[in-house]
């Protein structure tokens, strides 16, 4: 079936430093969203991309829908010690998957005051 | 309340068991999902309702699983002879409309089968 790989798997990063994370498929998506989820919590909605080559940014938060089709990334610049959780990125096949999201491993993140 | 509301928020139960796992969506939203995530884990695609019916139910691990939204807005995942190999975070989400992947999710039901 479809697998997301996402990288690294955790990060541990000064306050303050910027912070990479990736993405990528061996099928193509259509949509790319990135989640964030807080320990007890559901995911919640960070950033969406619709189109390939778009680069989406939402506050310190910038994301991009690789061409392909099969990769994306985020970026969060300035870190701050509210940003710790995990990270998940997932992919919709189109408009007949309707909300079938196949979600990447996550990316935990720990921010060091 | 406004966000997506789950019960119960955790369950233990023996092996060989029934359980059910309720979501109640956001009002409005038409479209509401189920998941499944195991710990370090992403959450798992199960079922996806459109209004009343099942839009894809090809998440379902098998026949012990099952779920329904009869009136178009709670829904109810239902398992039978629960295995230990069921434990984990069940996760409903819901959104206003299907097919644009911007889900709201709720906490989760925790199902813990000794």
Redesign the interface.
């Known amino acids: 079936g479809q697998q997301l790989n996402q990288s690294p798997q955790s990060m541990f990063i000064q306050e303050g430093e910027d912070v990479s994370m990736n993405c990528t498929s061996s099928s193509i998506f259509n949509t790319w969203l990135w989640y964030k989820q807080d320990p007890g919590e559901g995911p919640v909605l960070l950033i969406a991309l619709y189109k390939a080559g778009e680069l989406t940014s939402n506050g310190r938060l910038t994301a991009q829908f690789g061409i392909t089709r099969k990769d994306s990334f985020l970026n969060i610049s300035a870190s701050i010690p509210s940003d710790v959780g995990i990270y998940f990125c997932a992919g919709l096949g189109g408009y007949n998957q309707g909300g079938k999201l196949i979600f990447g491993q996550g990316t935990e993140l720990s921010v060091k005051p | 309340g406004a966000g ?1 509301s789950q019960t119960p928020s955790n369950k233990v139960t023996e092996k060989g068991k029934y359980v059910e796992l309720r979501c109640d969506p956001i009002s409005g939203h038409t ?1 509401l ?1 189920w ?1 499944r995530q195991s710990l ?6 199960l079922i ?1 309702f ?1 209004g009343t019916g099942a ?2 139910d ?2 379902l691990p098998n026949d012990r699983f099952f779920a329904v939204r009869p009136e178009g807005s709670v829904s109810t995942l239902k398992i039978q002879r629960t295995e230990r190999g069921d434990s984990a975070v069940y ?1 409903c ?1 819901s ?1 206003f409309q ?11 039901s925790r199902l813990t089968v000794l």
């Open positions: 997506v479209a999902y998941y370090g884990q992403g959450p798992e695609f996806y459109q839009a894809d090809s998440g996760l989400a959104s299907g097919h644009t992947g911007e889900l709201f999710f709720g906490e989760g």
